[in-house]
């Protein structure tokens, strides 16, 4: 898990981010055919999240906290 601040890390979040609305959650994960990138882009709500975690996740999503 990790947090990209676009304003700080301008060219990790270009090399990360694809398009330039905010917010975004990348998920990577490697699987036998070589890694994997799938992403959800803009305001979602929590169980939203929950969801996408849950269905690219080897194990279902737990908690979400939220960091303001």
Do not use: C
């Not at 890390?9 to 959650?25: F, H, W, Y």
């Not at 999240?49 to 849950?54: D, E, I």
Request: without cysteine.
């Amino acid at each position: 898990f990790a947090i990209v601040n676009t304003d700080r890390d301008r060219e990790l979040a270009n090399k990360l981010m694809s398009g330039g609305s905010i917010p975004q959650v990348v998920l990577y994960r490697k699987t036998a055919d070589g890694w994997k990138r799938e992403q959800i882009t803009g305001g979602t709500s929590v169980e939203g999240l929950k969801g996408f975690l849950a269905q690219h996740a080897d194990q279902p999503a737990a908690v979400v906290s939220r960091r303001d």
